[in-house]
Antibody
Framework: QVQLVQSGAEVQKPGASVRVSCRTS????????IHWMRQAPGQGLEWMGC????????HNAQRFQGRVTLTRDTSVNTVYMDMTRLRSDDTAVYFC???????????????WGQGTLVTVSS | SSELTQDPAVSVALGQTVRITCQGD??????ASWYQQKPGQAPALVIY???NRPSGIPDRFSGSNTGNTASLTITGAQAEDEADYYC???????????FGGGTQLTVL
């Protein structure tokens, strides 16, 4: 079955960087975009960006431009989310999810990774 | 930037019907998908497109679309449906994709 498995929890200091990985299996890696979202404690979901695993092309949310980099390694079917200059308000659970679309009318995310808690604290 | 607006909280009596709505200009052009999230879990897809359910989602969940509003309806709500629900869609301005703010559903 299709699975997305994320790396483990991270604790980082303000100003540091973090990498979260999303290892996929059960489908052709290059056939589907991977999206990244985050959820701060007690808050809603926030879309961060996505990557086309075939081409490496990325689209980032405006608020993360310059701080978030998405990459992929097709040899291990894995996508990476790197975030720099971490702040305390980056503390959140970070999710990856596989994108599926139909006729440029609807997009859905299925399945999701289990989530990775990133805590930014001095 | 475009937005998807949801009511923050909705409640329903056990076994009754509840509609959760999502409003935004982008929904005049694109369909939404809907996600259920229970505490401590990742979101899970429940409805996508016009009215499509992934395998394993009970048929009490349905979707509909009118103008700038997408709706998720639960017909005969069960205790296990108590969760947060989020809509999601392509955006026509601002960021390429966007989530609604989420609706916390309480089953009484």
């Amino acid at each position: 079955q299709v699975q997305l498995v994320q790396s483990g929890a991270e604790v980082q200091k303000p100003g540091a960087s973090v990498r979260v990985s999303c290892r996929t299996s059960g489908y052709t890696f290059t056939d589907h975009y991977i999206h990244w979202m985050r959820q701060a404690p007690g808050q809603g979901l926030e879309w961060m960006g996505c990557i086309n695993p075939k081409s490496g092309t990325t689209h980032n949310a405006q608020r993360f431009q310059g701080r978030v980099t998405l990459t992929r390694d097709t040899s291990v079917n894995t996508v990476y989310m790197d975030m720099t200059r971490l702040r305390s308000d980056d503390t959140a659970v970070y999710f990856c999810a596989r994108d599926i679309s139909w006729q440029d009318l609807v997009w859905w995310l299925d399945p999701w990774g289990q989530g990775t808690l990133v805590t930014v604290s001095s | 930037s475009s937005e998807l607006t949801q009511d923050p909280a909705v409640s329903v009596a056990l076994g009754q019907t509840v509609r959760i709505t999502c409003q935004g200009d982008t929904l005049r052009k694109y369909y939404a998908s809907w996600y259920q999230q229970k505490p401590g879990q990742a979101p899970a897809l429940v409805i996508y497109g016009k009215n499509n359910r992934p395998s394993g989602i009970p048929d009490r969940f349905s979707g509909s679309n009118t103008g700038n509003t997408a709706s998720l309806t639960i017909t005969g709500a069960q205790a296990e449906d108590e969760a947060d629900y989020y809509c999601y869609s392509r955006d026509t301005s601002g960021d390429p994709w966007v989530f609604g703010g989420g609706t916390q559903l309480t089953v009484l």
